[in-house]
């Protein structure tokens, strides 16, 4: 069954990237995927009274702010049109109009009616992407501010036999079904880990015509999340594969060691499924 790709085109207080187009238009070619394109327009409520009208503008700069926030949702749409077009991409759009406050909700809950949800991750977003992996019950594929063609034939999938490691792994079959290498990668000393499992899993890869190994690596004194990465590049893998972890208290995520890492600083785009 076809895919559908979903890029929020964020406008404010700074912008989607350039790279982040291309990445996203050159993994909809390489799946031959539909591509949804959001431009994500903010308002901002007047909050002005007589005093502070006295000090600042207040509704000056709430006007002047949603102005910039329409020009960008203009120019990165017409940037991601051509993009699609000259790619042979079958591009949609849409645009979401939200409270500033609001954007990551409003984003969670639009993200629900594709597959694969597409970010770049940057520290203006990281609550967008934490309402999008734990909100949207849908994966998500984060990229660095870099450039990635779209064609992702070496997974690493992170494997300590959890729950989280096993929604991931199937969430990632259609990269599965594609790469020509696949391997599960376990740290071994960070905690127990359920090695019968992957190894079964490594087995139905292989039966069914993907090429698949184990690789084992131990953290010693690094945080686990900077290990998975390394080792995965050492892989040369095009793809980290991981299950995000992290539960809600008093609407404050508390994160997995190696879910935070990776939304902290990541060197490869890296599929989150919760």
């Not at 954007?103 to 597409?118: F, K, M, Q, W």
């Not at 993907?210 to 084992?216: D, I, K, L, P, S």
Request: hydrophobic residues 50%.
């Amino acid at each position: 069954m076809k895919q559908h790709l979903f890029l929020p085109l964020l406008t404010y207080p700074d912008m989607t990237s350039e790279f982040m187009i291309a990445n996203a238009v050159a993994l909809a070619h390489h799946m031959q995927a539909t591509l949804t394109v959001c431009a994500v327009e903010i308002t901002i409520p007047d909050v002005s009274n007589a005093l502070s009208s006295l000090i600042i503008d207040a509704a000056k700069m709430a006007r002047d702010a949603e102005a910039l926030s329409r020009k960008r949702a203009s120019v990165l749409t017409q940037k991601a049109l051509d993009q699609a077009k000259a790619a042979s991409v079958d591009v949609r759009l849409r645009e979401i109009k939200a409270g500033e406050p609001f954007v990551a909700e409003a984003l969670a809950e639009t993200s629900r009616a594709y597959d694969l949800v597409l970010l770049e991750l940057a520290g203006v977003s990281r609550p967008i992407v934490e309402a999008v992996l734990f909100a949207s019950g849908r994966p998500l594929i984060l990229y660095p501010a870099a450039p990635f063609g779209g064609r992702l034939a070496h997974v690493a999938i992170a494997w300590d036999g959890s729950r989280a490691a096993a929604r991931a792994a199937h969430d990632a079959s259609p990269f599965l079904e594609r790469a020509s290498k696949v391997c599960l990668l376990s740290v071994i000393d960070e905690k127990p880990v359920k090695f019968d499992t992957g190894d079964h899993l490594v087995e139905n890869l292989l039966k069914s015509g993907v090429m698949a190994e184990t690789v084992r690596a131990h953290a010693g004194s690094e945080p686990i999340g900077e290990v998975l990465q390394t080792k995965a590049f050492e892989w040369r893998a095009d793809l980290l594969v991981m299950g995000g972890f992290g539960h809600s208290r008093l609407r404050e995520f508390v994160l997995g060691g190696a879910t935070d890492a990776v939304l902290t600083n990541i060197t490869l785009p890296i599929l989150l499924s919760h």
